[in-house]
């Protein structure tokens, strides 16, 4: 309970209006119904109603970078980190790693040498309040025998032909997937697969293996994607872990296309356009033209009659 909420000495009754309770404004008590009390926990601050739990804020927030003991991604394991820095310094680059990177911290600038310059973004909402939770999960996580966040376990064995033609029509959608998210050509491309092209709202995907640095870490990135428009799609419609798996290795078979060579799909929209432009107003000059011409015969030939007779 809110310690500004506190229990009244009048037992409970089945009716909510004798339900009462007490809260604390200044030097004065206000007596609420019980009915009033649902409304007040909504509205008080109370934190643990506000805090989110901390295990889906390490999963939906640090797990596509991070592991706990199961080795490097993006980022550093954070297996045993509280050993390796003290917590003030770890609380406050969780709160704002990029002014700590800035300021020239010299572990900070060791941690984005060794990712390769990747930066740690800061997350929003992040307080100290959070940050100390999620410290604290690490250190039990550390403790067992295996955590729960040691990291997405990927295959690896060669990818076979057949791997990749199933990460193509997940990429496409003509495979829908199992729990019903959107298909990564909705928002992104790749050289060379379609007579169109992909989606170009999002960056081309066509090394996106290389990027990321292997299978390993894509796939951890594919389970929990970070992008603010990824994030809202497919926390509640995650990729499954089969899926995953053939999606990077329809990536991997685009490595050999070269993303920088200029793409024929933006060039064929055009044309297709502009053929499609043409043939419509082709068809608009069959379809009126003889009408116009039939109105202005009408007119130039009374007008004529005008003129003769007079």
């Not at 509205?43 to 797990?63: G, H, K, T, Y």
């Not at 432009?277 to 009659?305: E, H, N, Q, S, Y």
């Amino acid at each position: 309970m809110h310690p500004a909420v506190e229990r009244s000495s009048r037992p409970w009754s089945h009716s909510p209006s004798r339900c009462a309770f007490r809260v604390r404004e200044g030097w004065r008590h206000v007596a609420l119904p019980g009915a009033a009390l649902w409304a007040l926990c909504v509205m008080l601050p109370v934190p643990e109603m506000l805090a989110q739990d901390v295990s889906v804020d390490f999963r939906n927030n640090c797990q596509s970078c991070h592991t706990i003991g199961g080795g490097r991604l993006t980022g550093p394991d954070l297996k045993d980190v509280a050993r390796r820095k003290e917590r003030s310094w770890l609380i406050q680059f969780i709160q704002d790693p990029k002014s700590m990177i800035d300021a020239g911290d010299p572990y900070a600038q060791e941690l984005v040498k060794a990712s390769r310059g990747v930066v740690m973004p800061s997350l929003q909402g992040m307080t100290r309040l959070r940050a100390e939770a999620l410290l604290d999960l690490i250190q039990a996580e550390s403790q067992l025998s295996r955590s729960q966040f040691a990291g997405t376990q990927v295959s690896d064995r060669p990818f076979t032909p057949e791997d990749v033609e199933w990460g193509r029509r997940v990429f496409v959608g003509s495979l829908p997937l199992k729990n019903g998210g959107p298909a990564c050509m909705s928002c992104h491309t790749v050289q060379g697969f379609t007579f169109f092209g992909g989606g170009t709202l999002a960056p081309d995907l066509t090394t996106v293996l290389e990027r990321y640095q292997g299978r390993k870490t894509l796939s951890a990135w594919l389970s929990a994607p970070q992008t603010p428009t990824m994030s809202s799609l497919y926390t509640r419609a995650p990729l499954h872990s089969d899926e995953v798996l053939a999606i990077v290795a329809y990536f991997q078979s685009t490595l050999a296309r070269n993303p920088d060579d200029i793409s024929p799909a933006r060039l064929n929209f055009i044309l297709v356009g502009l053929a499609g432009t043409l043939l419509i107003m082709g068809l608009l000059d069959v379809v009126w033209g003889k009408r116009f011409r039939t109105v202005r015969r009408d007119l130039v030939r009374k007008k004529r009659l005008e003129i003769a007779h007079e």
